[in-house]
């Protein structure tokens, strides 16, 4: 099997969203928020995803935002990895 160079890697998506559960053993659940203008009609719409991350080390926690790529199949719904946290989460 080759090895995964840089370039191979960088192409690869990477999106910010926030994490919206903790509650598995390092898994993240991460909402994905995007904004777009309507084809037709010119509205700006928002529209949510959400995205079941790995996170090995267990650093993110509710409300943290946090930025995910995408990785090989890890389970049936795990397709991302949390790459890095970018904002912690206000103490409550």
Do not use: C, N
């Not at 598995?24 to 079941?52: E, L």
């Not at 409300?63 to 890095?84: A, C, F």
């Amino acid at each position: 099997m080759p090895e995964t160079t840089q370039a191979e890697r960088a192409q690869r998506k990477t999106v910010v969203g926030t994490v919206i559960s903790d509650k598995m053993a390092k898994t993240r659940v991460v909402d994905v928020t995007r904004r777009f203008r309507h084809a037709f009609y010119g509205k700006v719409m928002t529209r949510s995803s959400r995205f079941y991350a790995h996170d090995e080390a267990g650093e993110s926690k509710v409300g943290d935002k946090v930025e995910i790529m995408e990785t090989r199949p890890m389970s049936k719904l795990k397709r991302w990895r949390v790459m890095k946290v970018i904002e912690k989460a206000a103490a409550a």
